[in-house]
């Protein structure tokens, strides 16, 4: 039962990084983390920073700042995004990184975790510009990223286009005997181009997934349930339509542009077809009326989906939200201070790191194919996708009894956990 919290002290809003310091060191308290191995951690190994030029359409030189950071790699390469936004910075990717190493090491895969972009916004620039800047990107961070070393994927703003401009820039710098081995250095691509069935959808199935599990856990149908989902792109739509195709109603939609409501259920595939042929807003959706973006959180639903950016869900409004579960399709959508009243009020939360985990998972899959040659149906990636979900959300779930933590603590310490027990066995160099 979801209760009303008392009235919070207004605290000032919290970095991502911050948050995911906290998170970690919360968790590394509880298990006892050896404390060297803890030192290690809380660092990344390396911080690539770029400038670079890029002629735009008009003739005119334009210099962009492009960053990959790579937080840990001890279980394997270096793995995680690449977005185009105008809030990518050294700290947003640093802490972005490190929930990817937590995120990979908690979905058991051969993977570390990295982090990236350009401070753009892409909504400036044309086509042939993206382009160009994907690829000057690409050659700059030139050998700081490799299908052995470090795997970038789509993100914020950038999508299977992206991954294909980077693959190509990145196989020409190699030697003709050398190209057909590295279709593996991206994930994400367009199927004609080495992509994987289902890796478009993967992180949206992976978010409706875990949703499912949970009311299975609990008992509860998701028939007739009320969701709002923050941000329409690749992972909101995917776990809209999921969710609607279990015969729960899509009642909210926020994106960047506005935010839409109806009572009575919006059609994900509707939205889906407006948003395509309006550059991607659901502004003006004949199948919704306007609503307030602050009022957004405070809808009535079960439900809660915040898929886009971090820090999302604060103090300011944690209080307001009427949802008994928030399934984090973004990565850092609630700060620290925010989770603390919602967990008071018996808010449920789905915790990133493993909410969204089906797209790295899906990236896997892709990686695996590129390497053996081999190339799986649909039905065969969704089939393994749910079954590497199931696993990691029982163990969250069976931590989180044992030890009488929250979901996102006991994720984080079978995250860590996994990444202990490999610097215990190996040793620290030299």
Known sequence: ???????????????????????????AAIIGLNSNIRKILEVTNNEILVHFPVRMDNGEVEIFTGYRVQHNNALGPYKGGLRYHPTVDIDAARALAMWMTWKTSLAGLPYGGAKGGIQLDPSK???????????????????????????????????????????????????????????????????GAGGSEGRDRATGYGVFLTIKFWAEH??????????????????????????????????????????IHNDNGISVENLLAYSKANKGSIVGFAGAEPLDNGEFFALDCDICVPAALGNQ???????????????????????????????????????????????????YFEWLQNRSGEIWQLEEVMAKLEKKLRESFTRVMETSKKRGVDKRTAAFIIAIQRLEDAYVQRGIFP
């Open 125 to 191: 620039y044309s086509l042939a510009e993206l382009e160009r800047i994907t690829r000057r990107f690409t050659y700059a961070l030139g050998d700081n990223i490799g299908p052995e070393l470090d795997i970038p994927a789509p993100d914020v703003n950038t999508n299977s286009q992206t991954m294909a401009w980077i693959l190509d820039t990145y196989m020409s710098t190699k030697s003709p005997a050398e190209r057909s081995t590295n279709t593996h250095v991206v994930t994400g691509k367009p199927i």
């Open 1 to 27: 039962m979801v209760t009303e919290a008392p009235k919070q002290k207004v605290q000032l809003k919290q970095g991502m990084l911050d948050n995911v310091m906290r998170q970690f060191s919360n968790a």
């Open 218 to 259: 609990n008992g509860i149908d998701l028939k007739g349930k009320r969701f709002i989902v923050q941000g329409f792109g690749n992972v909101g739509y995917w776990t809209a339509y999921f969710l609607e195709n279990e015969g729960a109603i899509l009642t909210a939609v926020q994106d960047a542009y506005g935010t």
């Open 313 to 363: 869900i604060t103090v300011e409004n944690a209080t307001k939200i009427k949802a008994a579960l928030i399934a984090e399709g973004a990565n850092g959508p609630t700060d620290v201070e925010a989770e603390e009243i919602l967990l008071q009020r018996g808010v449920e939360i789905l915790p990133d790191i493993l909410c969204n985990s089906g797209g790295v998972i899906g990236s």
